[in-house]
């Protein structure tokens, strides 16, 4: 039997799917340079809207807001599958997991922490700054440390593993790894201390094949 109540049919447009993507994309690049520029607390959805060529209520809509902002510039910097730099990283980690020699293994591993840490570093200087004064940012502070601690470990048991010395767990060498490569050491070496990239590359190279490989 019919109602005469007509359902409403889900439509999912690929040309709209696309255009909500360009818009988010507009908008984090925007919220992006604004965060670096004047940090948390002095960037404005307004601002970011004006920025992106979008109205502050598309920016509500699509990201949820300043926070949806922050966790979805964040969220970029660790892997945006669109850029093609960050896709022939994932395909190096593989690569690196073949090679014979731990200690090349170990040395081009933390290449890439490096390259990592040189884009998601001044964003996570932004969310230690926005955790002074905004309890979401001391979550996704803390939500970001466990998440870092977790990946390392499972990259550090497939491309290091039973290389790893004596009396060391793969856990404690997570830790080790995350703690040298942390966001706020790479941002005290390389920005306060003017070391170079290449620099602080070396000495975590030197201390961890010490550290981890013995």
Known sequence: MTTGVKKARRYNSPLREEQAGLTRRRALAAARDLFLAHGYAGTTVAEVAKAAGLSPDTIYVSLGGKQGLLEGVWAQAV?????????EQERRLERIAGLSDPHQRL????????????RTSPVHAVIRGAADGHPFAVDLRARLLNSRLE??????HAILGSSLRTGISITRAAEHYSAMLS????????????????QYETWVVDLLDHDLLG
């Open 79 to 87: 892997y945006d599958p669109e850029d093609p730099l960050q896709r």
């Open 151 to 156: 990946i390392q470990s499972r990259r550090l």
């Open 183 to 198: 966001p706020e050491l790479h941002h005290l070496l390389t920005v306060e201390r003017h070391w170079s990239e290449r």
């Open 107 to 118: 040395r081009q591993l933390v290449k890439v922490s490096c390259e990592t840490l040189a």
